[in-house]
C-alpha cells in the first residue's frame, strides 16, 4: 500500500512538471515582442522606373553681369535707387560730385572754340592775301596788254622812221619782262593755294586735337551720372551718401533678370553621378523650374562640389536673382527595379534587416541588400519581392529579436 501510494505520488510530481515544462515552452513560444501599428512607419517595395536623382542647394545667379565701377575720385552726391530695383539701360542710379572734372570740361570747351575762331580768322587772312596777289596779277596783265599794244604800234611807226628803233626794241623788252612776272606771280598764286590749304589742316588737326579733349572732359563729366548699362536688377551697392571712392573701385553690380543660373552645392560622394546636360529642377516655396546642367566644378570646397544649372527659357517670373533655392538633378534613369522608401538605417550599397509583415498580424526579419539611393527612395537589391510591406522606422526591441507582434 505504502508503495502503491509513493508510486502515485511520484506520477503526480512528474505529470506536474510535464505540465510545467510544456506550459512554459507555450507560453515562450508565444512571447513575442509586441508593437503597436501606430508607432511604426510602413512602407511597400514597389517596382518599376528609378531616378537617381541628387539633391542640393545654393541660390540663383545672373548670366549676364555688369560691374560699375569709377571712372575718377568723386564723392557720392545722391544715391537714387538701392539694391533690389529693376532698371533698364539709360536708368541712373547714382550720381557722383567732382569739381575738378567740371573745370576741365570748361577748359577743354573754351580751347575748342579757340581752335575754331583761330581757323575763322586764319581763313579770312588767306582771303584776303588771295584777293591781293589776284589783284597784282590782274594789275600786272592789263600793264602787258597796253605793253603789247604799244609795241605793236611802235613797229610800223620804227619802219616808217617816226620812232626810233631803240625806243621800240625798249618797249619790246619791258613787254616780255611784264609778261614773265605774270608767270612768276601766277606760280607763286599756285604755291600760295597749297600753303593756305596746308595752313587750314594744320587748323582742323588742332580743333580735332581740342574736340577729343573736350569729348574726353565731356564723357568723364557725364559719368559722374552713373547708369546701369543694361536691363537687369541691383544686385549690390555697397555705397553710402557723402563717400568717397576712388578711381576704379566698385559702385554697384547689376544682373539680368533672365537668363539666370542655378549655382548649386551636393555632396562631393554623390557628385560623381552628374555630368554637363543632365536635367534638373529647380525649387522655390511657390514654383518650380526645369533647367539643365551646364558646369560641373572639378574642385571641391567643404566637402561639396558647385554644380551650375541654366534654367530654361520660360521659367517663372517669381524667379529672382540671389534667390536662395533646392535642386534636384535627375542623373540617372533605371527599368524595373525594386526600391522603398528609404529606412532610418540603410545607406547606399549597403546591407541591413528589416521586419517584413506576415498575413498573421506579425513581422520577420529578413536581411536586406541595398542599392543606389535617390531622394528618399533606395534600391532594394535582394531580400524582398514588390508588393511586401516592411517596417522601415526604428525598432526600440532588443538586437536578436527575429519575430514581432503588430497590434492595432
Keep these: 500500500m505504502k508503495l502503491t501510494s509513493k508510486l502515485i505520488y511520484q506520477g503526480l510530481i512528474g505529470l506536474s512538471a510535464v505540465m510545467l515544462i510544456s506550459g512554459w515552452q507555450l507560453g515562450f513560444a508565444d512571447n513575442a515582442e509586441v508593437i503597436s501599428k501606430d508607432s511604426v512607419t510602413i512602407a511597400k517595395v514597389e517596382r518599376g522606373d528609378f531616378s537617381i536623382k541628387v539633391d542640393g542647394y545654393g541660390s540663383l545667379q545672373s548670366i549676364n553681369k555688369r560691374l560699375l565701377t569709377a571712372t575718377s575720385n568723386a564723392v557720392v552726391d545722391e544715391i537714387k535707387l538701392k539694391a533690389g530695383a529693376v532698371v533698364n539701360h539709360d536708368t541712373v542710379i547714382l550720381t557722383l560730385n567732382n569739381p575738378e572734372l567740371e573745370s576741365k570740361l570748361r577748359l577743354a570747351l573754351a ?62 623788252l619791258e613787254a616780255k619782262q611784264l609778261i ?30 581740342a574736340q577729343d579733349e573736350f569729348d574726353v572732359a565731356k564723357l568723364m563729366v557725364e559719368q559722374l551720372s552713373v547708369k546701369a548699362g543694361m536691363s537687369g536688377v541691383i544686385q ?9 571712392v576712388a578711381a576704379g573701385s566698385e559702385l554697384a553690380l547689376i544682373g ?23 536635367t534638373a529642377q529647380i525649387s522655390t516655396l511657390n514654383d518650380q523650374v526645369r533647367g539643365q546642367v551646364v558646369r560641373v566644378d572639378p574642385v ?92 522601415i522606422s526604428t525598432l526600440d526591441i532588443p538586437a536578436e529579436t527575429t519575430t514581432i507582434k503588430i497590434a492595432g
Design 256 to 278: 539680368s533678370l533672365s537668363p539666370l543660373v542655378g549655382e548649386i552645392k551636393v555632396p562631393q560622394i554623390q557628385a560623381h553621378l552628374i555630368q554637363i546636360g543632365m
Design 180 to 209: 614773265k612776272r605774270i608767270e612768276l606771280e601766277e606760280s607763286k598764286l599756285d604755291k600760295l593755294t597749297l600753303m593756305q590749304k596746308e595752313a587750314l589742316s594744320i587748323q582742323d588737326d588742332l580743333i580735332a586735337q
Design 111 to 172: 580751347k575748342l572754340k579757340n581752335a575754331k575762331t583761330q581757323k575763322r580768322q586764319t581763313v579770312l587772312l588767306q582771303q584776303r592775301e588771295m584777293l591781293n596777289n589776284e589783284s597784282s596779277v590782274s594789275e600786272l596783265k592789263a600793264q602787258s596788254e597796253i605793253a603789247m599794244l604799244q609795241v605793236e604800234a611802235e613797229r610800223t611807226l620804227a619802219k616808217s622812221g617816226i620812232v626810233s628803233g631803240i625806243s621800240a626794241k625798249k618797249n619790246e
Design 300 to 391: 571641391i570646397s567643404d566637402g561639396a562640389v558647385q554644380i551650375d544649372i541654366e534654367l530654361e527659357a520660360s521659367e517663372s517670373d517669381t524667379m529672382k536673382p540671389m534667390q536662395q533655392v533646392d535642386a534636384t538633378i535627375f542623373a540617372n534613369v533605371q527599368k524595373n527595379v525594386n526600391y522603398i522608401k528609404q529606412p532610418t538605417d540603410a545607406s547606399e550599397g549597403s546591407y541591413g534587416s528589416l521586419f517584413k509583415l506576415t498575413l498573421d498580424n506579425k513581422a520577420v526579419k529578413v536581411d536586406v541588400q541595398y542599392g543606389k539611393a535617390s531622394g528618399q527612395l533606395i534600391q532594394v537589391l535582394s531580400g524582398l519581392e514588390p508588393g511586401e510591406q516592411v517596417i
Design 236 to 244: 549690390r551697392l555697397p555705397l553710402s551718401l557723402g563717400q568717397s
